[in-house]
């Protein structure tokens, strides 16, 4: 495996005979787009033999990713090769603890999913019947063991049901005086779905010290929640985010200070580091309470790299690619993800030896990321 990073003057032919790897191969594996024009700057995954690394070898890495009902059922069967897990997005409840189920079925999924033997998990999520998330409704049911009681049973039957095989609790904005009743609520969860032989995951906000302030954070217990799960995601992305000013959305060197962190609360073999699947498109100048980025694929900012003719820049301290570029009457910056960056991020998995990653999210075909990530670890 190389990282080919594309010079002035390159064409997918000259690099295929300067790698010995074939154009069309190149083309496939970069989902390159005819006439197969590149971006200076352009990473491109080169993978010099087809033989696969002797699995021995290979770091093990549980591999998860989220996805809405919505996804395209192709780009999932492209996708399912290279999971573990699949959590499907998601289940909401009301105050009293009834289980809301998502908009479109979810029963699809699952099939395929046992098809490709990976392993479905049901997200659950505080979304109202209005579809917004409401930390109200965190506090309804931490705090009132009728309705956690109840929600649990209704989780349990349309597991059952449906064929899942793990519960993910993906609750953000939980208030600091829910903190201690949220971690005694996962650690209940846990037990009882023990009982019945599914597996419990927390996601994590990306704390860098226990006292980190912030509606984020202050409802997150790392140890309590680390001791109470089977495993946690560390939701390492997002500094770059649509309503913010333009940044990498996973910078490394940001990345590693949660990490650092979060070692020191749970186990390794217990945390999976969170990956970004996507990038942003931000319309400059950026003026706070205004300014909307838009959410690009990793594969759609090099093809705006390439059809405004720009070089793609990338951020050594973050280990994040970006550019920008004049439209629509404006100047743009891009920050995104490609294979130096995700390499970097699978590194920092092997040097502190985490249980795996957890993708969001999976709804748009990156075919170089998981080719990369196949060559770096052995899946189970």
Not at 67 to 75: G, K, M, Q
Request: proline share 4%; net charge negative; hydrophobic share 45%.
């Amino acid at each position: 495996m190389d990282i080919y990073i594309v010079k002035q003057g390159d064409s997918v032919d000259r690099i295929a005979a300067a790698t010995g790897v074939s154009a069309e191969q190149i083309i496939r594996q970069n989902q390159l787009v005819y006439p197969y024009e590149l971006a200076v700057g352009q990473a491109l995954f080169i993978e010099k033999s087809t033989n696969i690394t002797d699995r021995e070898q290979k770091t093990c890495l549980v591999a998860a990713g989220y996805a809405y009902p919505f996804i395209s059922r192709w780009v999932l069967q492209q996708t399912l090769p290279f999971l573990s897990e699949l959590l499907i997005f998601s289940y909401g409840f009301d105050t009293e603890g009834n289980l809301l189920p998502p908009a479109l079925d979810d029963t699809w999924m699952i099939e395929l999913a046992k098809i490709y033997q990976v392993k479905a998990v049901l997200t659950l999520t505080p979304l109202g019947r209005d579809g917004e998330f409401n930390n109200y409704l965190i506090q309804a049911v931490v705090n009132h063991k009728t309705a956690a009681q109840n929600l649990r049973s209704q989780l349990l039957a349309v597991m059952a049901e449906k064929g899942y095989r793990g519960l993910d609790i993906d609750f953000e904005y939980i208030l600091a005086s829910d903190r201690d009743a949220f971690s005694a609520f996962v650690a209940e969860t846990t037990q009882v779905m023990h009982t019945y032989g599914y597996t419990v995951s927390v996601a994590l906000a990306p704390k860098a010290s226990a006292s980190q302030s912030g509606l984020l954070y202050e409802g997150k217990d790392y140890w309590a929640l680390g001791e109470a799960a089977d495993s946690v995601l560390l939701m390492t992305y997002e500094w770059g985010y649509k309503y913010g000013p333009p940044m990498a959305v996973a910078p490394i060197h940001m990345v590693r200070k949660v990490v650092d962190y979060a070692v020191t609360e749970i186990p390794n073999k217990k945390i999976r580091m969170g990956i970004p699947n996507y990038g942003y498109d931000w319309p400059l100048p950026f003026e706070k309470g205004v300014t909307s980025a838009k959410t690009i694929g990793n594969i759609e900012a090099v093809r705006i790299a390439v059809a405004q003719g720009v070089p793609i820049q990338f951020d050594l301290t973050a280990q994040s690619p970006w550019f920008t570029y004049y439209g629509d009457e404006r100047m743009h910056e891009v920050w995104f993800e490609d294979v130096r960056s995700l390499q970097a991020k699978f590194d920092l998995i092997k040097e502190y030896q985490l249980e795996g990653c957890g993708y969001w999210n999976i709804m748009q075909f990156f075919y170089a990321n998981w080719l990369l990530l196949a060559q770096n670890f052995q899946i189970i």
